[in-house]
């Protein structure tokens, strides 16, 4: 049988990865070295090396395997997580965050990278950065089941991963007091009293929970507001003037409805051959609808639609609706398909509330939220805490439509207010979620 180079180097590649797994690094090492003088360009072998001499504290070999490795393959993630490390270690943090950063760009979720993005970051004098970097490193590593605890963290990230936890620990408390000690400054304690409590809670430095199971925010909940799944209209002096607009309002939706505007699902498209958590049909062989035409989404205006639906816009700016950079509020036509059903659920946080105007009712459409049920009346609101576990369907054969908008909880006070469109904005920094829905 003829003698064949590529089996050759298949077969020592094998080897090397063998002896890798195995924990005899040094061997591995050498039979990379053996298929690298085979193979010049080989990617594998060359970062394996790189790592090696890394491991060795042989820096400048580092550099030289991964350098070589990146021009062979320039936006690989993987070698440009490596040599940033190299660099880092070598005490260039500057040119080391800028390959780790094109790491982190290309994979948002390469968790590794992001976390020695951190490092560069804090050693460049950069701590607020280094936090948002190493929180989101964390969070999304540990979302994978990783960094849990000592045996779920490799040996040699552990130091790193150690430190990065206590830097988040110190830091998150920190940074966002930092951000309420204006307000403290201005207001006083007993003013901000609940918005400590929340922060704390948030924090997990105090237990603070709603007393109603049925209650359950995803992401912020503040203390010492009335626990309440659907609100009593006495409480809403604006809506006079909101459902005086109805007709106007659906005239405009009507328009938008005929022009066959492209309307948004509201939850996005779901992946191919995947179904969405929240919505189901209640027609056998009938594909589900939830769709929008926002007119604010994640706190961003839409100005095209504005023009479209001047009195909505003007109805809207007329409400108390929650205005955070960046995150709220959502406000838009909310348009559920016939036989559609918003599965239960809940929402992020009791600071606000869901405002429905409802515009086109057919029968057999409602609204539960946790053990009330409301029954949609056209030109007619309804707000409720959608923190509590709420669903809606339309069993009906036509389009249910309602002008839907966050606004804020009225038992908040004006200070909590403002020190909340400071707050959440400064947790979105670390976490680099979306916090609108």
Known sequence: MPHSPTGDCESLRSSARDAAEAGRADDAA???????????????ALNFLGIHAMAHGWFPRAREMLERALVIAPTDGATRKNLGITLLQSGEPEAARRLLAQAVESAPDFFTARLYLGLALERLGQPHEALAEYFRAIASAQAEGYWLSPASTPAGLRPVVEHASRFVRAGHRRLLHAVLAPLHARHGRAAMARVDRCLDGYLGEVACKPGNP??????LYFPGLPETPILSRELFPWYERMEASTDAIREELLAVLAA????????????PGMKSDYLASSRNGAKAQWDGLFFHRHGRRNEENCRRCPATAAALEAAPTVHIRDHSPEALFSVLGAGSHILPHTGMTNTRLVTHLPLLVPGDCSLRVADQRHDWQQGRCVTFDDTFEHEAWNHSNRTRVILLFDIWN????????????????????????????
């Not at 050498?30 to 594998?44: A, C, I, N, T």
């Not at 066959?260 to 992946?271: H, S, V």
């Open 30 to 44: 050498m039979l990379y070295r053996k298929l690298l003088g085979s193979r010049p360009d080989d990617l594998e």
């Open 214 to 219: 049925d209650q359950r925010p995803t992401f």
């Open 260 to 271: 066959d505007a492209d309307l948004e699902p509201f939850l996005g498209e779901p992946p």
């Open 410 to 437: 009225p038992h908040l006070t004006g200070i909590e207010r403002t020190a909340l469109t400071e707050l959440v904005p400064a947790i979105a920094s670390l976490t680099g979620e979306q916090l609108a829905g």
